[in-house]
């Protein structure tokens, strides 16, 4: 299991934001690239950057943090990147900077048939987020909701080759008030591919509960405010979920 720190982009700094509203912002650093060092340093395997800015104006605004972030850690680890990402051209932009992993979200659920493009022309390089409540998928920065059936949805980008999906409870992130779990685990056994969790996490019993159901098909769960806030040890997390994983082997 992934302990993924979160390193969330607005104006130029790294924020968390809760339940995505942009004007309930705190800002935890003015240097992003000070903060990718600090994740690698502490142990981090993979870096998730969301443009904020470019989610909500659907194309991206904070190149220049999102490059000092990728020199920040060379080629040490992945990172996965979304925010505004509504073209190949933008996708194809983002790899050649050295970023492992597009995230593709509003578009996705919007334009079903790009997704289908990029999982075709960048094989092993996208990952679809959903963002859901209470079954539903929410779109632009969670500003507006739809009709669509989160497990529906992931089914039909699975069968697009997307690599893995990041399913966000949006009623719960930033909040501190723990993971979706059954909703996640749901979701997860009805997919091949991983699901990543996301929203929610706040303390190390978290951790352990969402370990005890790697094997459902949750692959990594991202954590932004927990390990800002320090109510999250992200180093002894990561330890905690490596520890269980060789228990079980």
């Not at 395997?45 to 850690?73: F, M, Q, T, W």
């Not at 739809?146 to 949805?153: E, K, M």
């Not at 997307?162 to 979706?180: F, K």
């Not at 405010?225 to 060789?246: C, M, N, P, S, V």
Request: charge should be negative; include cysteine; charged fraction near 25%.
């Amino acid at each position: 299991m992934l302990i993924i720190p979160a390193i969330d982009i607005k104006e130029g700094h790294c924020v968390r934001l809760k339940q995505g509203d942009m004007n309930d912002a705190t800002v935890y650093s003015e240097d992003p690239f000070s903060m990718a060092r600090h994740w690698l340093g502490q142990g981090a395997r993979r870096l998730h950057v969301v443009d904020l800015n470019g989610a909500v104006a659907g194309k991206p605004k904070n190149e220049p943090a999102i490059r000092s972030i990728v020199k920040a850690i060379g080629d040490s680890i992945p990172v996965q990147l979304g925010g505004g990402i509504r073209d190949l051209d933008t996708i194809e932009h983002y790899l050649d900077l050295g970023v492992s992993y597009i995230i593709i979200g509003t578009a996705a659920v919007k334009n079903p048939g790009f997704l289908q493009d990029a999982c075709t022309a960048f094989k092993g390089h996208i990952i679809v987020g959903l963002d859901a409540k209470d079954g539903k998928v929410a779109v632009e920065g969670w500003s507006k909701m739809t009709g669509h059936d989160v497990s529906d949805l992931a089914k039909k980008f699975e069968d697009y080759g997307v690599e893995a999906v990041i399913y966000t409870d949006i009623g719960r992130d930033g909040m501190l008030s723990g993971v979706n779990v059954d909703a996640t685990v749901k979701l997860a056994r009805g997919l091949r591919i991983p699901v990543i969790a996301s929203g929610g996490l706040t303390k190390l019993a978290d951790v352990e509960q969402l370990c005890a159901l790697e094997s459902e098909g949750i692959a990594a769960v991202i954590s932004g405010r927990a390990i800002y806030e320090g109510t999250l040890d992200f180093k002894k997390a990561q330890e905690t979920a490596d520890k269980i994983a060789g228990s079980k082997q």
